[in-house]
């Protein structure tokens, strides 16, 4: 399925998502003493549905491979400041709901990985990309292949022929 804009694009819902629960836990006063974690892990939540949006509607591809790289460091930085609050504090339902969020940005790590790879092994020409010389160049090449494949064939034919003959 083709998105059209970020909006609907599942891992991106996902982010929003985690960067609504981290500030949930921090306005409840689960980071209350440590302002600076508290301020940084809110950042890199948010930071990761922000690059995901930003290279989507950048337009090409290789820019969108970079956003990704963005959010899933991101999605790093939030996993790190996780296990550093896992170990500073020791009071529930805090540490619960830490390992909560690091399973949630551990699927937005692999979810954004599976993304960067598919696209990395993509050769398709992104259609964002795409201007009349491009669309023109791929329609030729169409134009080509289907010659070649028609010329391929009539060659089998009159091999098969050629060879059905001789064994006779």
């Not at 409840?28 to 922000?50: F, V, W």
């Not at 790093?76 to 500073?88: N, Q």
Request: without cysteine.
């Amino acid at each position: 399925m083709k998105y059209k804009q970020f909006e609907d694009l599942p891992v991106w819902r996902k982010a929003i998502d985690l960067a609504i629960r981290v500030h949930a836990l921090s306005v409840s006063g689960g980071l209350r003493g440590y302002g600076g974690l508290r301020d940084q892990i809110e950042r890199a939540a948010l930071s990761i549905s922000n690059n995901i949006a930003e290279g989507f509607e950048r337009g090409t591809r290789d820019e969108l491979i970079s956003f990704l790289y963005i959010a899933r460091g991101s999605a790093g930085e939030v996993r790190s400041m996780i296990h550093l609050s896992r170990r500073l504090l020791k009071e529930e339902p805090t540490v619960s709901e830490l390992r909560e969020l690091h399973e949630v940005v551990l699927d937005i790590s692999r979810q954004l990985g599976g993304w960067i790879e598919s696209l990395k092994n993509t050769e398709a020409v992104d259609p964002r990309e795409r201007n009349d010389a491009t669309r023109q160049a791929a329609s030729e090449a169409r134009r080509r292949s289907a010659f070649v494949r028609q010329l391929q064939r009539i060659a089998k034919g009159e091999l098969d022929s050629y060879t059905e003959e001789n064994e006779q």
